[in-house]
Every structure is written in C-alpha cells, then in structure tokens.
C-alpha cells in the first residue's frame, strides 16, 4: 500500500514538473505591454461616469476621432440619455445639427438621397460610406467602429487611454513599416494611426486641463459609455438585488438551523 | 410517478383530479415525501442549483428571442440593440451568457460530486449515464449559443470546432459542408445554430425529467455511500430538503449576481465584441472557459483525427465508468487511495483547463500530452486496480449510525471515514 502512496505521489510530482514545463514560455509569444494604471470614476461596485469627463470625452471624438472613426450604434439621443453624458434635450439637438457631418437620408420624392442636419433621433453618420473607402483614405489601415471598442480591447478604457498617450520613438533597430507609428501598447508596436491628440487641441471651458493626458482620459471614459451605456443602471440594480439576496440568506440560513436542529445529520 | 394513488385528499376537486390523473399525488410522493438520507452534505444541492438555471436559461433565452435577429449582417447589431434600447434588454443578456458559466460550475460541481462518493455504482449507472447525456446536450447547447452574437470568437470558434469533422475520414469535407450549408460558416450555418439553440433546451428539460426519474428509483446516493437501510435513515425531503436547498441556491444566487452586476463580460472574450469578420482571423482562438480543459485534449494529439476522437472520448469514458470503477465501496470517505487518485484528477482537470487556454506550442503541448494520458490513465488503469487492491475501511452499518457516532465526537463524514468507522465500531450498542 506505501508503495501504491509512493505511486501516487509520483504522479502528482510529475503533474507539478509539467505545469512548470509550461510556467517558462509564458510572455514568449511577443505579448503586447500591459497598460498604464489609471484610474476612472465608474470603476468598482458604487462606480458612477463623471457627467463633465463624458462631455468633455464626446468633444474630444467628435472634434478628432470622428474624422475617421464611425460610431454606427450609439444615436444623438443617448446623449441626453440617465446615466451617459446627460446633454439637456436643448443641447443634444445643437449636437446633432452642428455633428461635422451631415446625415445622409432619403430617397426623397424624386428618388434621390439628400443630406440634413442631425436629429436627435439619428445615429452618429460614419466618416466613409464602406469599409474600402476607408482603407483607401488610412494607407490600407481600417479605423475600427468606436460603439464598443472598449469591451473589444482588453482592459479597455486603461488600453486606450495607455494607446493614446504611448506614443514613442521606436528603439534603435527597429525597422518601421511605410506610414507606421511606434506605441508599444498596440499588439505588434506599429499602428498606421498617427498620434491623433496634441496640447491644447480640443478647447475645454470648464478650466480642465487641455493637455493630450486628460483628453486620452476623457475620450476613454467616453468611449466606456458608448460601449456599456447602462453601467450605472446595472450597478444601482446589482446592489438592490445583493442586499436582497444577502438578507434572504441570512433569513434562510437560520430557518434551515432551526427546522434541523432535531435532526442528527 | 405512477400507479394508483394512496393518498386521500379532503379536498373534492383535489379528489376527482387526482382520481383521473394522480398528478398531486405524484407531487406529493416525488417532491414532498420523498425519503431523503439525513446525511446530505452541500454538495447535493447542485441537482436543484442545476435545474434552477435550466429555468433561468430558458426564461431569459426566451426574451433574447424575441429581439435577436438570426442574420450575418444583422445578428451583432441586434444584440447591441437588445444591450441598449430594449427594456431591460441588458440584464436578460447579462443574466444568460453569465447563466451558461454557472450553469456550467454547477454542472462540473454536481459532477465532481458524483465521482467523489461514486454515485454512478450499481443501481445507478443509468441515472449517471443520463447525466453524462445531460452534459453532452447542455455542451452543443452552449456552442451554439456562443455563435448567435456573431462576434470575432463567434465566427472563429464555430469554424475550428465544426471543422473538426473533417477528420472522418473519406466522408469527412462532405459533412462539414452539409454542417454549414455552405463551403464556409455562413448565413445557413447561422440560423441552423439558433434553432438548434432554442430547440435543445427543451430536450434538456426532458432528460433532466429522466434524470430525476431515474433518480427516484433507487433514490439518492449520500455521503457514506451506505444505501438506506430503514426510515430512520431519511427525512421527508420537504421541509427539510426545500429549505436547504433554497439556501444554497441563494447563496450560488449570490455569487452569479455578483457577476452578472459588477463583471458581466469576465467570463468572456473581448474578441467578440469586435464584429465577425472572415478576412480576419484573431492571434489565438479559445472556446468558452467551459470547454478548455476539452480544447487542451483535442490540441495534445498531433493527428487532427486522433485528437477529434481523444476529445470525444474524454467524455465518453464517463458512459463505461460504472463498470471500470470495481470497488465494492462507493464513498471515497472509505476508499483512502481513491481519494488521492480522485484530488489528482481534479488538479489534471484544472491543468488542461489552463493549457487549452495558452497558444498549442513547446511545453504546453507536452503538458498537455502529460495531463491528456494521465486523464485516461485515472479511467482505465487507475480505477480498474484500485478496486482489486485498495484496502478500504470499514463501512457504518447504517446512516443513522454513522450519524450519531459523528454526534459523539468523531470527525466530519465527508474527509474523515476513519473516524467515523472507528467511532461506530467501538459504540456498538448503537447498532440497529
């Protein structure tokens, strides 16, 4: 029988010696750096967006990112939505009408498309009517759709924010490809985007900051919202349902205490 | 389930009911008077945690459905609409891609819980045989249901695992072709995964019927791995059962609420909240957490068949397990070695599952080789001998018994057999 122990225990060291096997390889993949530690107002369970950094986010990709980036999910509307940006109705319909495109809409009585001026009820317009268009306008590069761009990244709002700010010059022997930029935050260290954001490019009138490391900040937190629109709603219903949950619990708990105890179990 | 009733109801319409279909009666003898062994440790209350998230799967499936749209250009978009502009939309698809996890803990919990007090041995293997059905149902279920978001994963995961078939040989291309509908994953494959979707549920529920038929014949297993001798041994399973395990699904509640609320797409894979897009194939393809430990297996044989049928046979070892398991003793409480050999195959589990989620390449291949040949050792080598060998310890002569010598100070049941064996030797008088 000690033998058979002995046996046993072989096993389990040839288990360890296997997961060690595997513990060395682990980063040799050419993984990507993981990003900067940064802290946003909605994080943890009581976490709420920052109505101001949402605003200041949506002027930010309105004003750059919008030039290339669509948005096809996310309507003027949701800009006055509970929990987003919170736009009074007022000010989401100049949004919508000064947005620097114009809508595309129609066919109109002879058949035609026409363009308008947003309306609250329309989606952000997309800067290219298809995806070759794009191509053709970014060097064969692909601005991805921004609607839930910071679910579709790994930690997305610190990825994005650690993206925007992470620009580099490539180390010494690096061969950049033609029209690449050097970020070691973006999987492969060359993205085709040239740095998008500069000092004092976006114009804050609220007295933040306008400097690239808040506009990176806000556009995350933005581009949070548009990704997960009812995260304040999920979290003020998730604590409602925990309190529930947790004192029924507790009910339960000393009920089943009871009914048992003349039980030998 | 059956037979003529005994019961006598007051109630006049009760009484007519039950006269022409003894449906309360059956009720009564199935769901509230059941005999249930008194012993029942939290591990048994994963069949009722199970059978709740069928519901919740079913109910919040149900909703999506009706807002889903099962097309390539439109399936990603509708979901998004569901997130954002149906009432509540959020929390049904919260609730279901985070139910599909818990559903699965559950499942592998209840099973674990199965091979540690060897509830699949006579008389009931069939019971158990059900249950692996059940997981196989539940596995395609939650495949195709992975595919409906149409998502980079979506799309990917539904190519390398339908191509899997095309390991048959000779007539392998020509099913996965008939699989899609197509000479790719497509429209046709798409809508085909959301019928099948919606369909198997319901053919979940009625096995989980069978299941629980099954169960109720010989009743349930308990820790002691003792059958019950005489009703001193059991409780009506109402109250008793109800509330107990009514805590213990709040207390599951409690934690899948936990996610569901504050990490709804943990469990998940950014990649597939980017559209699918067949152009593009993503730097590493991985199935749900779920299937990994299975994913490990399929990738350690370097034959693309072999490991088709390595993977399919991970699974269908569980359906002969009552007959290569030949220990006379159920419990692993009483079976010392056993109880080593059954840590270790859980520790191989969690490392496959590790493995299937690291890029197929040097060592992971060999560990997954390694863990891949001790899984099927534990199967096929490991339990046959044990049960020829093993020197067990002596069984309690009854649950009562074992019962009350824990009252007297001996150890816990479950992890402590010795004590309770000894215990009950030397309290004789205890006896019957």
Redesign the interface.
């Known amino acids: 029988?000690s033998q058979?122990?002995i046996a046993?225990l072989g096993?389990?060291a040839?288990?360890a010696v296997?997961?060690a096997?595997?513990a060395?390889?682990a980063f040799?993949?050419g993984e990507v750096k993981p990003p900067k530690s940064v802290h946003f107002s909605f994080e943890g369970?009581f976490g709420t967006y920052d109505r101001g950094q949402l605003q200041r986010g949506y002027k930010v990709y309105e004003q750059v990112c919008a030039a290339c980036h669509s948005m096809?999910?996310v309507a003027f509307r949701?800009l006055g939505d509970p929990g987003g940006p919170e736009f009074s109705p007022a000010e989401v319909r100049v949004l919508a009408a000064e947005f620097p495109r114009e809508v595309v809409d129609g066919p109109d009585d002879l058949g035609d498309m026409f363009e308008r001026p947003g309306k609250p009820s329309d989606y952000f317009p997309p800067p290219f009517p298809n995806q070759a268009a794009a191509r053709a306008s970014n060097s064969g590069a692909y601005p991805?759709d921004f609607?839930?761009?910071a679910?579709?990244?790994?930690n997305?709002p610190a990825y994005i924010y650690s993206l925007l700010v992470g620009y580099e010059d490539p180390p010494a022997g690096m061969e950049l490809r033609d029209g690449a930029y050097y970020n070691s935050y973006f999987?492969g260290g060359q993205i085709a985007m040239a740095p998008p954001l500069f000092d004092e490019m976006v114009e804050y009138t609220d007295g933040t900051p306008m400097t690239v490391e808040q506009y990176s900040k806000d556009l995350s937190a933005f581009l949070m919202w548009t990704?997960e629109?009812?995260l304040e709603?999920?979290?003020r219903?998730?604590?409602q349902?925990?309190v529930f949950?947790?004192v029924?619990?507790g009910l339960?708990?000393f009920?089943?205490k009871k009914?048992?105890r003349d039980?030998?179990? | 389930m059956s037979g003529q009733s005994t019961y006598h109801f007051k109630n006049p319409a009760v009484r007519w009911l039950d006269s022409r279909l003894p449906i309360i009666s059956a009720m009564k003898v199935n769901a509230l008077d059941f005999p249930t062994p008194k012993n029942l440790n939290y591990f048994w209350t994963f069949g009722g945690i199970l059978t709740l998230f069928l519901g919740i799967q079913i109910v919040t499936g149900l909703v999506l459905a009706m807002h889903y749209t099962a097309h390539v250009d439109q399936a990603f978009n509708s979901v998004e609409e569901i997130m954002r502009d149906v009432n509540y939309g959020w929390l049904m698809r919260y609730m279901h891609a985070n139910g599909a996890s818990f559903f699965f803990i559950a499942v592998y919990i209840h099973i674990f819980r199965g091979l540690y007090y060897g509830s699949y041995k006579a008389p009931r293997e069939l019971l158990w045989m059900i249950g692996v059905v059940i997981l196989l149902i539940m596995m395609a279920t939650a495949f195709m249901g992975y595919v409906l978001p149409w998502g980079q994963m979506s799309f990917w995961g539904a190519t390398v695992i339908t191509n899997l078939f095309s390991a048959i040989p000779l007539v392998g291309e020509p099913i996965v072709q008939w699989l899609w509908g197509g000479f790719a994953v497509g429209n046709p494959t798409l809508n085909r995964f959301y019928a099948l979707h919606f369909l198997l549920p319901f053919v979940l529920a009625a096995v989980v019927f069978l299941h629980i038929w099954a169960l109720h014949v010989p009743g349930n297993n308990n820790p002691t791995g003792v059958e019950v001798k005489s009703n001193k041994d059991t409780v009506p399973f109402h109250p008793y059962y109800t509330v107990k395990d009514f805590l213990a699904v709040i207390v599951f509640l409690i934690v899948y609420a936990a996610f569901v609320f504050y990490l709804p797409n943990y469990l998940g894979h950014t990649d597939n909240y980017i559209p699918a897009d067949p152009l593009v194939t993503p730097a590493h393809i991985v199935p749900e957490w779920y299937f990994l430990p299975f994913y490990a297996i399929l990738r350690a044989i370097p034959d693309k068949l072999g490991g088709v049928i390595a993977m399919f046979a991970s699974i269908g070892i569980l359906f002969l397990l009552p007959w290569l398991d030949t220990s006379k003793v159920r419990s692993a409480a009483f079976r010392p070695l056993y109880r080593q050999f059954f840590w270790i195959l859980v520790l191989v589990c969690f490392g496959l599952g590790y493995l299937g989620s690291q890029p197929a390449e040097g060592g992971y291949v060999i560990a997954s080789q390694i863990l891949t040949a001790y899984y099927f050792l534990h199967f096929l080598v490991i339990l046959p001998l044990l049960g020829l060998f093993e020197k067990t310890k002596p069984l309690p002569g009854s649950i009562s018994e074992s019962v009350l010598s824990k009252d007297k100070g001996g150890g816990p049941t479950d992890g402590g057999g010795g004590t309770v064996a000894a215990a009950a030797a030397s309290a004789p008088e205890k006896r019957g």
């Open positions: 029988m058979i122990k046993t096993l389990a040839a288990v296997s997961s096997l595997v060395a390889p040799a993949a369970p096809d999910l949701n991805p609607s839930v761009i679910k579709a990244r790994p997305g999987p990704a629109p009812k709603e999920r979290k219903i998730g604590f349902v925990m949950l947790v029924l619990a339960l708990y009920t089943k009914l048992w039980v030998d179990h």
